[in-house]
């Protein structure tokens, strides 16, 4: 059977870059470096390096060595049930006076959300470290059960000799 006419091969030919790739590693052209020296992801041109914007009414501190993200949260918490019972007494007594009290629970909740994002990177280490300790005990399991599936195996043909 002949190819049809102006079909020279069934398969494209490779792009034109694969003469830079050889099987040494030697020979493999290093990876251009972002522009600006940040990592930059290629999809989105979203930085890499994700950076917390700063609070306009700090309410806590972070950032020193020995905080405590629990205890400032339960503070938050309770001080953010307080201005809201604030909030509906002034509601009942004082109308037109809501704007400062709204204006509190603003700064609390803009403040509790602030430390659950500084608290973002410790919860993915330890989703990581959960996933990486199952994949440790399936593939155990795995290895487990070939070596039990080897002795019944052995104990078989050990039998029929």
């Keep these: 059977m002949e190819p049809p006419p102006g079909v020279t091969s069934s398969f494209p030919p490779p792009p034109h870059y694969y ?13 251009a470096l ?48 307080y201005s809201f019972l604030e909030l509906v007494d002034t509601l009942l007594f004082a109308p037109s006076q809501t704007s400062q009290k709204t204006k509190d629970i603003e700064t609390i909740l803009y ?14 280490r330890q989703t990581l470290l959960v996933m990486l300790e199952d994949q440790i005990a399936r593939r155990a399991m795995c290895l487990l059960l070939v070596d039990v599936g080897a002795d019944v195996d052995l104990g078989e043909v050990e039998q029929l000799a």
Aim: charge should be negative; proline fraction near 12%; hydrophobic fraction near 35%.
């Design 19 to 31: 003469r830079l790739y050889a099987s040494d590693e030697t020979s493999l052209p290093p990876p």
């Design 34 to 81: 972002p522009a600006d020296g940040a990592g930059i992801t290629c999809m989105y041109g979203r930085s890499t390096v994700e950076v917390l914007p700063t609070l306009d009414v700090p309410l806590v501190d972070p950032a020193q060595p020995d905080f405590n993200h629990t205890a400032a949260l339960k503070k938050l918490n309770q001080s953010l049930l």
């Design 111 to 124: 403040n509790m959300h602030h430390l659950y994002n500084t608290f973002r990177p410790h919860q993915a």
